[in-house]
Every structure is written in C-alpha cells, then in structure tokens.
C-alpha cells in the first residue's frame, strides 16, 4: 500500500474523518432510486388523501 | 414554538440514510429494502419522533434496528451480491487524491461492521458517542472505544502512526469535503 503524503495541515484524526466524509458521500450517492422515489410518492399521496377526508 | 411538519425533515436525510444502509448492509439491492421499510415504518410512525430532537439518529435506529430483525434472511443472501460496495470502495487511481482516498476505502472496509460502523456515525456525520451508543443500542462508552479502536486499527491499516501529520488530497476533494454532508456537529 503506498504511504499517504504528510504535511503540517492535519492531525489523523481530522484526516481520518475527512476521508469518512467522502466514502459517505459516496455510499449516499445524489441519485434516489426509482423504489424510493415511487414510495415517497404513494406516502404524500396517502396523505394528501386523509387530508381530503379530514 | 412552532415545528416544520417532520414528514418534510424525514425527506431530506433519505440520502444520508442510504449511506447509512450501504455502509450497513454492504449490498445495494438490500440497501434499498431496508431503506423502503424505514421509509414506510418512520412515516406511519411519524407522531412518535419527538421535534426538536435528533431525526437523522431516530431514522438510523429504525433502519438498524430493521436491518437486524432481517439478519437472518439477509445472512442467507451472499453479501455485495452485486459488487456495488467493493466497487465504490474500490481503486480510482485517476490522480493523487483519488489513490489516497481508494486506499482509506480499502482500509476502511476491511474494518469488523461493528468498528466500520461506528466510525462512520461518529466521523463522517458527527454523531456524539452518546448518539452512537443511543442508534446502534450500545453503552456510551462502548461506542467510544468502538470509535477508538476503528481509528487505531484503520490507521494501522494505512501503515501511519496516531502521531503522524497527515495532508488531504487535492482541491476538488477538500471542495466536497468544504460542501459537507450535512451532519450534526454535536
């Protein structure tokens, strides 16, 4: 494995938690899936049903 | 007071709580069941989240909580089954600060779930140990040394020292990173 640079910039621990913050970046993607979104959807409409019955 | 309607909350930590059941789950089509069951749980559970208190927490819990209720089928299923989690945590090298974080990734998940887990609550989305320990059903200071241990051992992965200095990447990382990911700052 090849050795990380070193400077005076960070200790590890916010080294560490910088590049934690990216792999999350990662995992979260932007993009919702289809599933999710369809879900959502049924959910505010179920809603906004009740509210009409109300 | 006055609160925002919770459903409207709910919706914009969707993205962080997929992170969460990717880094949980290791598998993207699971990731996405346990997501929807969240989804539909904490909605129709929505009068029992308390405003004003931590909701991506509450939403990481009940995602958690159902993952491990659903081990037993999802010990059956071959993890990653569809490389999605090993390919993110794969190697990039398309310049500098791309090898040095493919290799944190790799570091990263070669770290026990229970460390991985805890580490990433509490280092990218700023959990205190308290919230760790709350979402993950632990003891404060079990979730501290979890935290402790992660660190230690992922550093020993890297082949650094707990001493070292250490430089971040390049501009376009440190720009994502400026852009934050919208955790809690406790």
Redesign the interface.
Known sequence: ?????????????E????????????????D??D??ND??RV?KDQ?EAQDVKK | MSHPNPKDELVQHLPALRGYAMNLTRNRALADDMMQETLVKAWSNIAKFQPGTNMRAWLFTILRNTFYTNRTKAAREVEDVDGVFAEKMSVKPDHDGRMQLADFKRAFSRLPDEQREALMLVGALGFSYEEVGETCGIATGTAKSRVSRARAQLLDLLGLDAGDVLELTDRATMSVLSAGTGGSTK
Do not use: C
């Open positions: 494995m090849r050795l990380l640079k070193r400077s005076t910039n960070s200790d590890p621990t080294f560490v938690n910088n590049n934690l913050r990216l792999v999350f970046s990662d995992l979260s993607e932007n919702m899936p599933q999710i879900l959502l959910l809603d």
